[in-house]
Each structure stands twice: as C-alpha cells, then as structure tokens.
C-alpha cells in the first residue's frame, strides 16, 4: 500500500467510508438479479483486497479458512470419537479434558509477546508460523501413528494441535487489531470475513470428516500450510540485529505498561468481564450430548457419518449468521445487538431440552429433522452473537501494542470458555451422566439454558457506543503507537510501512 493510498485510507471518516461503500454496492449491483447476487461476495472480497492488501487477505484464509476452519472441525469430530472409542471414557472426564485444549489459547498474550518484542533472526512473524506448522505436524501424525497411548501422552498431543492453531493465530489477529484501529469502518467486514472463512473451511471438514472417522479411524489433519505460509509470506528482515536485544527489553517493557494502563480504564474491563462471564455462565454440554447422539438405547444412535452431517449444517447456518450480521446488523449499538442475541441464545438452549426430553417424537417431527433444525438455529443465533462481542474486542485495543492486547482480550476470552467446559463437566459428574446413564441429563440442560438468561442481567457491563466508533480516550489510543515505528512486518503486506505513514495515523487520531 503506498503513500497516498494509506493517507486516503486513514484521512477517510467511517461515514464517508460506509457512504462509499453503499454507492459502490449500487453502482455495481443496481439491481437484484440472480448474477448481482451471486457476484456481490466477490466484488466484497475485491473491496476489501484493495483497500487492506491481498496479502492480508491471503493470511485470513489460511489460517481462520484451513487452519481453524477445516483443521478445526476434523479435530473436533475426531477428538469426540477418540475419547469415546479409542480412550473409553466418561463424558464428565473428556469436558475437563477439553477444557485443557484451552490453555494454549490462555497463554495468547505470552504467545504476542514472543512475536511482537522476540524476533528470531531478524524475522517477527515467519519464525512463529512455521514453529506452529510443525508443532501441529508432529502433534497430529503421533495421534495417527500411535492409536492408543497413556492418556497424559494423548492429552499432551492434542493439546499440541491446539497450542499450533493458537500461535498462528495470534499473528494473524495482530494484523486484523491493527487495520481495525486504522480503517474502524471495516471492522466490521474483517470480522465477517474471518467468520465466513472460518465457517467456509468446517463446513467442508464436517462434511467429509464422518467418512474418515468411519473408515479411517480418529485421525487428526496435521496444520502442514501453515509451515508453506511461514516460508511464503512477505516480511522484511531487520537489519539492526547489534540492538535487537535493547529493543526487546524497551518493546516488552512499553507492552507491559499500555496493557496494564489500559486493562484499567472502566470502558476496557467492563466489556472484557462481560465477555467473560458470558461465556462462562453458559457451561457446556456438548459431550453429554454427543454421548446420547451415539447412544443405541437411550439416544437416537446417530452414525459417525450424519453426525458429521450435522455439524456441516451447523458450519453452512454460521456462513447464514456470519451473512446476517453483515448485512443487517453490523451498524446496531454494541449493547442493543447483544442483548437481544444473548435473549435469542437463551430462547434457542429450549430446544436441546426439546430433543432429550423427547418432545419432537411427541410433536410427530423426526429425529434426523429436528436435530438438524435445532442445529441451524442455534448456530446462527451463536455466530450472531458472538460477532459483535469480537468487534468489541478489536475496538478497545490501543495502537502500537494492538497484537498484545488483542491476545490478552482473547485470553479471557478463552478462560470463559475453559471454565465453560470444567463447569459443565462437573455438572455431567455432579448429576451423575455417564456413558450409558443419561437420566438426569435433561437437568443439565436446564440450569445451562437459565444460566444464560441470567447473563442478561450483566448487559450494564456493555457500551453504547456504536461498531464504528472509537470506545477509548484518545491518549490511551495512540500513547503507545512509537512503538510501531520499528515493527517490521506487524502487517502482511507487500511494502514495509513507513514512519511517515504512520506519523498520518497518530496525527488523524
């Protein structure tokens, strides 16, 4: 991006931008016509390459598209069967377990520090992508080669696929902190471009990945792109290596105290609890569920392939909400939005009580039917809601140390849903759900589906503010920005920005 395309870009207002991109939209679709629709994603994705980089662009896809999004819905599938297969444990024992694939995504703000403060050999980014690819490789193909090892080994491997995905996707989040804070009218559309990827590549790792499971066993795909993009991706090397180590003690050190300064500030920690408890008071069930899916006596004895099924659908219902938010809801206040998400998140918890209970058979509705109706609905209303709260995210995030905080708000993020994960496994433990008693898994369900009601009593916590605006003091936004001036490489692009471009956007600030 040259220089008077990055101060266009930056002189830009969110309402001129957002003024723009209606014209744009009505200049090239000016009618809705089965072609204006079907190319409208496209020239979505042409916008957004020019104003932020193929590059970027490029990035997103493979890690939220392959990584996250195909890699992830595999290792979700297989997981679920491995522990229940190949392990032959109860459905309380793998929730904790699960819940520990959350501590490398716990450790993202230490996983920021390494690639914003510890470049290796001059490199901030590439190093950290390829260490991921192989920790990832390695991981993976020791769960395929070896079947059934001592469960700590099994845990410790899985974990490792975890803390892979985890890493590459601190890198990539830094960049997105970054174009959010610089173009706050695309925020939005990152966001949605992240989620559509993501929703894209388990889409087609759902679909597929019953038939490998069935005929190939539990088998995790090892996140092997990830070392091709560590090799292939633009960076430019540092040419001041006598002092890198000085500058990693002064950039660790600025790190430290704008996280610290800013964690502190009321429109800062308010929304990260909210985010929090969110997540947190809505426990997870899922394994108690998944143990009655594939269950021949209590359950409706699913197969390996339409469970599979089921999730795909899921993945096709969260590119639905992804598209939903994008076109109807991307402008709401931040605390209108999520309140009536999290209602609609607690209203749909209703039909997972439907399905245990067995209602539907009552109702004269299928099995296979409801279950795939009750997935689509959930996921939206979960992509929905969870859409704005990542949008939220990325605008409390101060220039200069927006990959570190960005990973610190992902934190707690992830400590929400490890404690979602535990709080549900003691509760499956606590009401005595096993592999084969899922009498009282019904209440389970119940205190989660209140629960989340009960979250909306927390919606205080949330701004008003509008997606677009800017939700911190304007000290605390660029008070930390010189320490920009010397990263190399914070974003993928083609040419190195420079101290004068970035001067641009502490001045418009």
Not at 223 to 243: K, M
Not at 459 to 469: C, E, K, W
């Amino acid at each position: 991006m040259d220089h008077v395309e990055t101060r266009e870009l930056v002189e830009k207002s969110p309402t001129d931008s957002s003024k723009e991109d209606d014209c744009w939209s009505s200049k090239t679709c000016s009618r809705t016509s089965p072609l204006c629709i079907l190319m409208e994603p496209f020239q979505w994705l042409h916008m957004l390459s020019s104003q932020l980089n193929p590059t970027f662009i490029f990035g997103v896809v493979v890690v939220y598209g392959f990584s996250q999004g195909f890699s992830g819905s595999f290792f979700k599938v297989v997981t679920d069967y491995y522990w229940k297969d190949v392990q032959k444990v109860q459905p309380s024992a793998v929730q904790l377990y699960m819940g520990l694939y959350y501590i490398p995504w716990v450790m993202k703000p230490i996983w920021g520090l390494f690639t914003d403060v510890f470049p290796v050999r001059g490199y901030k980014r590439r190093p950290y992508f390829i260490v991921a690819g192989v920790l990832g490789c390695v991981s993976a193909l020791m769960i395929a080669l070896l079947g059934k090892v001592p469960i700590a080994v099994a845990l410790s491997c899985l974990i490792g696929i975890s803390a892979a995905v985890a890493i590459a996707d601190v890198t990539i989040d830094a960049c997105i902190a970054k174009k959010s804070i610089e173009i706050r009218a695309l925020a939005p559309d990152m966001q949605s471009l992240c989620g559509f990827c993501s929703s894209l590549g388990a889409l087609i790792g759902y679909s597929s990945s019953g038939f490998f499971v069935h005929h190939l066993g539990p088998q995790a795909v090892p996140p092997a792109l990830l070392i091709v993009l560590g090799f292939v991706i633009y960076e430019v090397r540092s040419t001041s290596l006598q002092s890198e180590k000085k500058k990693v003690v002064e950039g660790l050190q600025i790190a430290l105290r704008g996280m610290s300064k800013t964690i502190k500030l009321p429109q800062v920690w308010k929304p990260s609890l909210y985010i929090y408890l969110s997540l947190a008071l809505s426990i997870s069930t899922h394994e108690g569920h998944f143990y009655w899916y594939t269950d021949s006596k209590a359950g409706p004895a699913f197969s390996q392939e339409f469970v599979g099924i089921i999730y795909a659908v899921g993945a096709l219902a969260s590119i639905a909400g992804v598209l939903i938010y994008q076109k109807a809801l991307k402008n709401y206040p931040f605390r209108s939005l999520i309140l009536y998400a999290q209602l609609l998140y607690g209203m749909s918890g209703m039909l997972d009580l439907t399905f245990v209970l067995r209602w539907n058979l009552a109702l004269g509705i299928p099995d296979f039917f409801f279950v795939i109706a009750e997935e689509c609905v959930t996921r939206i209303i979960s992509r929905i809601r969870w859409m704005p709260m990542i949008v939220l995210s990325t605008r409390l995030c101060p220039l200069g140390i927006e990959g570190t905080f960005f990973a610190l708000l992902m934190c707690i993020d992830s400590l929400g849903s490890l404690s979602s994960k535990w709080g549900g496994g003691v509760l499956l433990h606590l009401f005595h759900v096993t592999r084969t008693d899922f009498t009282n898994l019904w209440l389970v369900i119940l205190i989660r589906n209140f629960l989340r009601f009960a979250t909306l009593g927390l919606i205080f916590l949330v701004p008003r503010g509008d997606q677009a605006d800017s939700l911190i003091p304007s000290d605390i936004l660029t008070a930390n920005s010189a320490a920009s001036l010397d990263d190399d490489g914070l974003e993928l692009v083609l040419v190195k920005e420079t101290s004068e471009e970035v001067q641009l956007l502490i001045d418009e600030k």
